[in-house]
């Protein structure tokens, strides 16, 4: 595992390892989306990693998903952010936050505005979310105008504009997991017939202007982007077009010089590979579900640069350490994982002293 804690190089930073904190909802955020002092502390406590990537954090109202999650798109956010990434800091560590707008992947009751999810298509997702009442199907969404896409776009170019101002190093654009972005991209849920759907190009094309917008917003260097290939979370079906799109799609991102591109991989090994001969910048690997032994795979066959720890990190916040010092690994209590304070978030056990 000796390369895991090897320097490397992300847009303007350099990371003291290469392990680096996948995004993961946490729920934990103030009813109005600002993070808390608890958000700040959970955060802070895992900055031994080389890079945190926060949980998505929508742009606006209509970009919420779920309940608690946080925002970065008003005063009280921005201010809540900075706690976030000075502890994060003072601890040495680094913190990209994610822009997630979750197009279809909503409530009414999950939103501040209780209106009807927008999306490329007025095309439901046929899945359950959860709400305060308890699990209810999403209702169809409202099809996004040309001239509300262009809005959305701005809505993502403001909201990176904020987060560097609550002192992030960076932002993760998230355009996977069967979000807004990966919505256009696929099949299945987007059936536009104009500039925005039917082509490769064109389902690409908001993915495409959205790296644009945030490029000339923050530069390039500060600007990563996640995809997850042939995903089907939350109803998605890219369809039999999927591996050319990624091709076009990785090949046009390639020439905006991102600081990196994060892909969520689900078992397309071929697909991996191209991915990585096409993109230039820093490669972001996460493997779900893989065993601790298997963690460094993709960094020894060099098809990654930095690999991506999700629930893993959750139990352990000292996770760097406990790898150095081959040390047990705490189990993540999974009915902790969304929602509530303290306990399951902020309280998971360090190592004892004599492994110092």
Same mark, same amino acid.
């Given at each position: 595992?000796?390369?895991?804690?090897?320097?490397?190089?992300?847009?303007?930073?350099? /990371?003291?390892?290469?392990?680096?904190?996948?995004?993961?909802?946490?729920?934990?955020?103030?009813?109005? *989306?600002?993070?808390?002092?608890?958000?700040?502390?959970?955060?802070?406590?895992?900055?031994?990693?080389?890079?945190?990537?926060?949980?998505?954090?929508?742009?606006?109202?209509?970009?919420?998903?779920?309940?608690?999650?946080?925002?970065?798109?008003?005063?009280?956010?921005?201010?809540?952010?900075?706690?976030?990434?000075?502890?994060?800091?003072?601890?040495? *560590?680094?913190?990209?936050?994610?822009?997630?707008?979750?197009?279809?992947?909503?409530?009414?009751?999950?939103?501040?505005?209780?209106? +009807?999810?927008?999306?490329?298509?007025?095309?439901?997702?046929?899945?359950? $979310?959860?709400?305060?009442?308890?699990? =209810?199907?999403?209702?169809?969404?409202?099809?996004?105008?040309?001239?509300? $896409?262009?809005? !959305?776009?701005?809505?993502?170019? /403001?909201?990176?504009?904020?987060?560097?101002?609550?002192?992030?190093?960076? !932002?993760?654009?998230? *355009?996977?997991?069967?979000?807004?972005?990966?919505?256009?991209?696929?099949?299945?849920?987007?059936?536009?017939?104009d500039a925005y759907g039917g082509s490769i190009a064109n389902r690409s094309r908001f993915a495409i202007e959205v790296a644009k917008a945030v490029v000339e917003e923050i530069g390039a260097e500060r600007t990563g982007i996640r995809f997850s290939p042939q995903g089907t979370l939350?109803?998605?079906?890219?369809?039999?077009?999927? $591996?050319?799109?990624?091709?076009?799609? $990785?090949?046009?991102?390639? =020439?905006? =010089?991102?600081?990196?591109?994060?892909?969520?991989?689900?078992?397309?090994?071929?697909?991996?590979?191209?991915?990585?001969?096409?993109?230039? +910048?820093?490669?972001?690997?996460?493997?779900?579900?893989?065993?601790?032994? =298997?963690?460094? !795979?993709?960094?020894?066959?060099?098809?990654?640069? !930095?690999?991506?720890?999700?629930?893993?990190?959750?139990?352990?916040?000292?996770?760097?350490?406990?790898?150095?010092?081959?040390? +047990?690994?705490?189990?993540?209590?999974?009915?902790?994982?969304?929602?509530?304070?303290?306990?399951?978030?902020?309280?998971?056990?360090?190592?004892?002293?004599?492994?110092?």
């Amino acid at each position: 595992m000796s390369k895991l804690f090897d320097e490397v190089r992300i847009g303007n930073i350099s /990371l003291k390892n290469r392990i680096c904190m996948a995004p993961m909802t946490r729920s934990r955020a103030l009813e109005d *989306g600002t993070p808390s002092n608890l958000v700040a502390e959970y955060y802070g406590q895992r900055a031994s990693v080389g890079l945190i990537i926060s949980e998505g954090t929508q742009p606006s109202d209509d970009g919420q998903g779920y309940t608690n999650t946080p925002g970065i798109y008003t005063k009280a956010h921005i201010d809540g952010w900075k706690k976030v990434t000075s502890k994060v800091h003072s601890e040495g *560590g680094n913190i990209f936050i994610q822009l997630m707008h979750v197009g279809r992947v909503s409530h009414p009751d999950n939103t501040p505005h209780h209106r +009807q999810a927008v999306a490329p298509s007025a095309i439901a997702p046929n899945v359950e $979310i959860f709400t305060a009442q308890g699990m =209810k199907q999403i209702p169809t969404p409202r099809e996004l105008t040309e001239g509300e $896409i262009k809005d !959305v776009i701005n809505e993502f170019r /403001l909201a990176a504009r904020a987060a560097i101002e609550a002192g992030a190093d960076g !932002v993760e654009i998230h *355009g996977a997991n069967g979000y807004l972005i990966q919505q256009f991209l696929s099949e299945n849920s987007n059936h536009r017939q104009d500039a925005y759907g039917g082509s490769i190009a064109n389902r690409s094309r908001f993915a495409i202007e959205v790296a644009k917008a945030v490029v000339e917003e923050i530069g390039a260097e500060r600007t990563g982007i996640r995809f997850s290939p042939q995903g089907t979370l939350n109803g998605i079906e890219e369809g039999e077009t999927s $591996i050319d799109m990624y091709h076009y799609l $990785i090949a046009e991102l390639n =020439k905006l =010089k991102l600081a990196y591109l994060h892909v969520m991989h689900f078992g397309n090994e071929p697909l991996l590979q191209e991915i990585r001969k096409l993109w230039s +910048q820093a490669l972001l690997v996460n493997r779900a579900g893989r065993s601790l032994d =298997k963690l460094t !795979v993709d960094l020894d066959n060099e098809l990654a640069d !930095v690999v991506t720890v999700g629930t893993w990190l959750i139990a352990n916040p000292d996770f760097v350490k406990r790898l150095k010092v081959h040390a +047990q690994l705490n189990e993540p209590d999974r009915n902790t994982m969304y929602a509530g304070g303290a306990e399951g978030y902020t309280d998971y056990p360090f190592l004892n002293e004599e492994h110092d």
